[in-house]
């Protein structure tokens, strides 16, 4: 499947088992984009930024 | 299938893809919910989409994981981990009281409460010693104090945030070779460890900022001291990490309530996933 960086608008490739919610990075612009799957339609968007309390 | 368990995440990473995979292949119902969506009613009456009974909670964002399970728990949910092991597994601080209570050897640490007393708290500690923030992640915001002019420096700093990063936690600086243990506890049972060596010109070494592991067989010695702390912070899923002392032996430093496991999976094989489903699964069942 092929989508488009909400970023940058290049292409980015999307693996055929992309689970709902999984991040890609745009090779283009190095973005981290969110997968979201909801009935049966693949749309990419801009993952959240990572915050101060994000990790382990 | 009715929803047994739910899988609470607001970022899907290497971890949380491979436990909604190995879900699938095991036929287990796992409802996976994006945490960012979620909207609860703090009610006696839980909200309408709760129909789960145990949620396996794996939010990266502490405060969102914490505040989500608390929520639920409120419902009556079974979370894994509770609202309580995340608190305190959370805040390095109560992590520290509550490993020592149980008789798990730690680093020597000092708290202070201000930048005076907390100077006074390194000195006593000697140099290099470390201040890391009660609350933080992936080694951030941790310092080394080299010496008394760089500790008042740093010190000073923190004096310009946030009031929590005014809580000084103060640590020795343990002399151990360049690496640490993390050991991955499901259900009370070590189910893989790994060495995790700093990156070059780096003195931290989670593998988050850049370190790199290799398999760690899980000794007499390792899985005592895993289990015990696990059980210390009442952890179900749970990475132990500890660090080799030339001194003392194995202290533990940290026990991680929303662990990643990719690189103790990818190096040693386990199928960490696959476990933590099977405990969910037979949590679901008590």
């Not at chain 2, 409460?113 to 708290?121: I, L, R, Y």
């Not at chain 2, 609350?135 to 010190?155: C, N």
């Not at chain 2, 945030?161 to 009370?188: A, H, N, T």
Request: glycine share 8%; proline share 4%.
């Amino acid at each position: 499947m092929k989508g488009k960086c909400p970023e940058c608008d290049a292409d980015i490739d999307v693996p055929d088992d992309a689970v709902d919610g999984e991040i890609l990075t745009c090779d283009e612009c190095g973005s981290d984009i969110e997968v979201v799957k909801a009935n049966d339609k693949l749309q990419l968007k801009k993952a959240e930024l990572k915050g101060e309390d994000w990790g382990e | 299938m009715a929803t047994i368990a739910a899988l609470i995440a607001d970022r899907v990473r290497y971890e949380e893809k491979a436990i909604l995979l190995v879900s699938r292949r095991l036929s287990f119902s796992l409802k996976h919910i994006d945490a960012k969506n979620i909207i609860l009613e703090l009610s006696r009456k839980r909200t309408k989409d709760v129909d789960y009974g145990t949620a396996l909670m794996r939010c990266v964002s502490f405060y969102r994981g914490l505040h989500i399970a608390a929520t639920l728990e409120g419902y009556g949910v079974k979370v894994i981990n509770s609202s309580s092991t995340s608190n305190i597994c959370g805040n390095k601080l109560l992590s520290s009281v509550a490993l020592e209570r149980h008789g798990i050897k730690t680093p020597r640490t000092l708290v202070a409460f201000t930048p005076e007393a907390a100077c006074k708290a390194a000195n006593m500690l000697g140099y290099p010693s470390v201040l890391k923030p009660v609350v933080g992640s992936w080694g951030r915001l941790i310092a080394p104090l080299k010496d008394e002019d760089t500790a008042e420096a740093i010190l000073e700093d923190r004096t310009y945030m946030y009031p929590l990063y005014q809580i000084f936690y103060l640590q020795e600086y343990v002399d151990r070779p360049p690496r640490d243990i993390r050991c991955v506890v499901v259900g009370g049972e070590p189910v893989a460890a790994i060495y995790r060596y700093s990156p070059p010109g780096e003195w931290k070494t989670n593998v988050a900022q850049g370190g790199v592991s290799e398999p760690c067989k899980i000794t007499a010695e390792i899985e005592d001291v895993a289990v015990k702390a696990s059980r210390a912070v009442k952890g179900e899923v749970v990475g132990v990490d500890m660090m080799e002392s030339e001194e003392h032996g194995l202290l533990v430093h940290e026990v991680n309530h929303s662990t990643e496991f990719k690189a103790a999976a990818t190096t040693t094989g386990v199928n960490i996933a696959g476990e933590i489903v099977k405990y969910v699964a037979r949590s679901c069942r008590r």
